[in-house]
Every structure is written in C-alpha cells, then in structure tokens.
C-alpha cells in the first residue's frame, strides 16, 4: 500500500492505492468522518455490492444513479442533493463516490455545491477513475450543448484507489481506462511507455502485481501535474493531450460510437500527427504510439465516424478556447508533452482528417 | 461615489456606489471584459429597461427569468448556462447580473459552474441586494427541501450599486431591505441605528442623499465583515443576525406569508429575545430595537404563523446546523452582536413560543 501526496488550494489529501483496502473503507472513512452523516453516492453497478455494504458500514444512506453519461446532469445533482438533505447531511458530512466517472463527477459537483461544500472522499472502481478522474478535483456535470460545462474545483479529502476492483471490469471499460493510461506514457512518462510496451500481456490479462504498479505510476504523475497547478492555469493542460480531437469526436458520434478511450485513442493520432506537421514531434513518436495503441486493440483512426466539418466545429466549442482559437498539447518527444501551441487552421484540418479517412 | 475594496481568496474587487451609474455601465463592464462575449442575466422586471439596454451596449444577450425565489432553482441554472454557451461564452467571459437577489442568487451559481468559473458583475437594484447579498460572494439555489441548499462562494470582479434604481421600487420590497439595514445597525453599527431612527421621515420617502449615505453605510460595513472571514468560518456569521428564525419562519409559512426582510425582523425580535434570556443582552437593547422596527412598519412578532414546533424542526435544519444544534447570533450590546453562541432548547422554544403568540 502506498500513499500519494497532492496538494491543494483547499488543503492537500493523499491519494491512497492498496489491493484489497476495498473491504476495510467503512473504518477508515469513519475514522475521519466524525459525527455528522455520510451519504454513498454509487450507480446500479457499484451501489448493490460495494456501495451499500460501505454505506451500512456507515451508517450511511446508498444514493444510486443510473450508470452511464446520461445521469451527469444537473437534474440527478438536484435529487441527490435532496436526498442527502433528506439523510440528515450538515456542513461536517462526507459524500462518499463509489464508482467510474460519472459517479464521480456528479458527486464532485454534489458535493462542491451542497451547503456550498461538504467533504468529498473518492472510491474510484474503473481504471479510468483510479488514474485520472478521481484525482485532480475537477468536477462537472453535462448540459444539452455539450459534456462537462457546468462543474466547480472540487478537492476530495481523501481518494481510497483498490486495483483489485479492476478484475471485475467489462473488458471495453478497461481498454477504455488503458487509453487514457498511454496517454501518461506517451505524454509525460517514457519509462511508463516502456513498460506498457514490455509487459503488455500481464497488463492485458490483468496481472495484480503489474496492474497496481502501474496505477500507482498514473496516480502519481497525476498528483504531481494536479498538485503543481490545480487550476489548470498552465502545465495541468498536458494531461488533455489527445483530447481536443477526442472529446470532439465523442460529441459528434453521439457519445455512443466510442468509449472516451477509443476517442482519446484517436484523438492523441490527430495530436500527434498536428505536431510532426508543424515539425514539434519526432516522426518517430508517431509509429511508436501507433504501435502502442495498436497492440492494445486501441483504434488510431475513425474512418467516416464524421465530417471533418462536425469535428472541426466542435473542437472550436472547446472549453479551452478562447475567442474561438485552441490552445494544442502536442509532443515534443516521446514522455514529454506541452501544453499551449498554436496552430495553423489547415493544419488542424488536415490532421482530422486523416484519422476520419485513414484506413486504421 | 465611492468605491469600497473587498478582499477575498479569489483576488479583491471594488463595490463601486454611485448616484446614475447604471446610465453608464456598458462602458464600465466592457473596459474591463476583453474579447469574449458577455451575457446578461434579468428578469421580467429588470430585463425590459436596464438589462436588454446593458446587453444592447456590451453586445450581449439578455436572458431573463421569471422573478421571484420559484427561479432559484437548478433547472434555471441549468436553462441559464444553456443560453449562455448558446451565445457563445468562453472562460474569460463575464456574467453580469442585473436584478435583485435572486437574479444575484441565481447568476452567481450560474458564474460559479459554467466552464467551473466565468466572471460575475453585479448589478444589484433592490435594497437587499446593493446592502448585502451583491457583496461577499455568497450565491445559492433552493432545493424543494430548503432555500439556498444548493450553491457556492462566488466572488464577483465588480458590484455596482446606483441608489437611483431604489426609486421605482414597490413599497414591501423597499420594506424589505430595510429590516436589513436596520439589521447592520442593531448587530453591528450603534450610529447606524442612531441615524436610522433620526432621520427615519428622509429614509422612508427615500430621499437620495440620505438613501445614499445608507447605502454607502451599509456596503462598507457587509464589505469589512466579509472581507476578514470570506467563507464564514466565524465572524461573518454575524450577518445572521435574525436569520436563523426568520428562515425558518419564512419556510414554515410556505414562503408566501412574509417578505425575506419581515421575517428577519421578527428573527431579531427572537434572538434579542433569546440574549436577553441568557443574560447576554441588556433589556434597554431589546426596547430600543423594537421600537426602531415598529417605526418602520416591520413585524417584530408573527402571531398564529407557525406552530412552535414547526419553527423548532426548522431551525434544527439551518445550514450552519452541526449535530442538530445551531450555533446562536446574540446581541451583546446595541450594534454589537457576537456569533456561535450555545442556547439550551428550552430558552429558543420560549423566544419563538413569544414572537408567534405575541399581540404584536
């Protein structure tokens, strides 16, 4: 079991990884908690086993929400505000996230606003909540214009990440989850890179011993970028890389076509190849990647998924742009993006696309 | 005009106070408010005249919602920020609110969350909100279980507070902010109180220069308070000052009974009542604020409104409740009144018991 540090605006917390500390949550949490109510916030998945079992442990209500992108809305924010409210919640309460994204996210933003702000601790349960979103204290909810654009900076006390969840996890939600963890190689860590490439058969029939070592990796690089710059002013901005491109081809397909993995996937393919064109990025990182995602099953292409013209239009709206121009995360080598390149429109456009024509 | 300084954890702004500024905003705002698009935020009362004529200056939209605390809700939030990435907003965008409290409510929520944060102007145009809810960046929406359960710290970059706007005002309205003026002077400014009985003829006809002279009083006093505990975690809490009553009244009575401002007046008759009873308050205090809120034409007792136990569930509620108990606002002095005071039940239940079946 190790602990990681981060700090914080509102006060540092650890980020704690262990196998199997899952089972003993109700006692440590508790143990912080003091006397005023905890509520779980969990969905259909995580809520019958984990979540009501950490919730009795609590003493604690179960809030359930449907799974999926569809309940991060203001409106599921709104009943599991009233519910928590109904349990009896004050300003020393903790809400406790049990599950992926969308359960963290909701209840980030539920616990930022909520009695204008009570304290958040994350028990992520997918690999794509473990090593990214449970960290860094970015919370927000979707509206009908697009994903997350009404959220806050919300630091949890307390983020409990138990790998042995993962052995659970449908097969596409894990491959989801490894995208976003080449992404940290790729991007910000050669040695990770390295090592996903050396050992991919134990990560990919799930290895305990490989897999923990490697979310600890992830949530390490994570603390550090998050605690270097919380309010993504400027470094934090690496950790999008490839995801102009991909949250923009998310909303054009529907959210329904891809997995916010198999997105970032393309997406980083569209980053990478924008920086070998504007003559940032080694022509030799762009095999290298391709390589990596494609030995992960992951796609680097998305033929026909859309209009160059959709994904275009969509990267403009991203929350990142300002008078309508975004700022790109590009790589400079292999492990080390950064963040805030301009770059010319037609060279945006051709790199869209190659990845919505190329043969993947 | 004057401007006064706020400091707060999100950098300083000024409460700039002033006879006629609202006839020159546009030019204010937009010096300040760069290349992304702006947006106003109305409602029907204010949107027609000074909302759409700020958005026409600022090229703006103006978006407005229904007036009244019914639109302090999430899905107006949410309806709110729609229109808001609709027109186009980008982080360095500015919201400006044009409205009483609820508009200042509802906008500030909306400022807090879209994009996790755009700027906020205030431009508040009742007496309650120049006096208090612009200043201090206190923002929240109602759930159907309580007022402002839902919200946020949300400091604004500007407030701009033109005395002018108080002339149009409909009586109770008017009536209404006062209970909260005369609040500021019985919980924390002795002069205050001294002038608003002196010259009660001059404030009740609203002369400006008079009115001016108390507004300005009152801004530089909300400005001190919050600027030295921003997120009250201590003598901020002074504010609540009848509030803890007067909120449960206004819930128990359905919200249609009493103005916010009659039901804090009769929340000081309480905890007056309630100091006194402790030995805190000397007597001669509580003859002196009643009379002063009898002058006025506010209520210092609500007879029949409630049950003493409906009020009694009510307080054990209140947002700053921890474990079931409310920490007390008490009076110590006239224009002296000290926070977290500890009141055994039996001493609440006879306040509230006297002001709900007092011949008032």
């Excluded at 933003?109 to 860094?136: E, F």
């Excluded at 403009?316 to 309508?324: E, T, Y």
């Excluded at 770059?343 to 024509?357: G, I, S, T």
């Amino acid at each position: 079991m190790i602990e990681i540090s981060v700090s914080s605006a509102a006060g540092g917390y650890s980020v704690t990884v262990g196998r199997g500390i899952a089972a003993e949550l109700a006692a440590r949490i508790s143990a912080d908690a003091g006397a005023s109510p905890a509520v779980v916030i969990a969905d259909a998945n995580t809520g019958p086993l984990l979540g009501r079992r950490l919730a009795e442990g609590l003493g604690a209500i179960c809030f359930e929400i449907p799974p999926g992108e569809s309940s991060k809305t203001l409106a599921w924010v709104e009943r599991a505000a009233s519910a928590a409210v109904g349990a009896g919640v004050d300003r020393g309460s903790t809400l406790v996230a049990v599950g992926g994204g969308v359960v963290g996210d909701l209840a980030g933003v539920v616990a930022a606003t909520l009695l204008r702000g009570i304290r958040l601790v994350h028990v992520p349960t997918t690999l794509l909540a473990q090593v990214d979103s449970a960290i860094g204290g970015k919370a927000a909810v979707d509206l009908p214009e697009g994903k997350n654009l009404v959220g806050a900076f919300k630091s949890p006390v307390a983020v409990y990440v138990d790998p042995e969840l993962l052995i659970g996890l449908p097969e596409r939600e894990f491959k989801s989850g490894l995208a976003e963890v080449i992404k940290y190689g790729v991007a910000l860590d050669e040695e990770l890179f390295t090592r996903l490439r050396d050992r991919r058969a134990e990560v990919e029939r799930r290895d305990l011993e490989t897999l923990t070592a490697v979310v600890e990796r992830c949530c390490a690089i994570k603390a550090r970028v998050v605690s270097a710059d919380e309010e993504e002013r400027g470094e934090r901005a690496v950790l999008n890389y490839g995801h102009t491109v991909g949250h923009a081809l998310e909303a054009a397909t529907g959210y329904t076509r891809f997995s916010h993995g198999e997105a970032i996937s393309v997406g980083m393919a569209a980053a990478c190849a924008i920086g070998v064109n504007v003559g940032l990025t080694p022509a030799g990182v762009e095999e290298q990647q391709r390589e990596l995602l494609d030995s992960y099953g992951l796609p680097f292409a998305a033929v026909g998924a859309a209009t160059t013209e959709q994904v275009l239009a969509l990267v403009a709206r991203d929350k990142k742009a300002r008078g309508g121009e975004v700022p790109w995360v590009l790589l400079e080598a292999l492990g080390r993006a950064t963040p805030g390149h301009r770059v010319p429109p037609d060279v945006v456009a051709q790199a869209v696309d190659r990845v919505l024509a190329e043969v993947g």
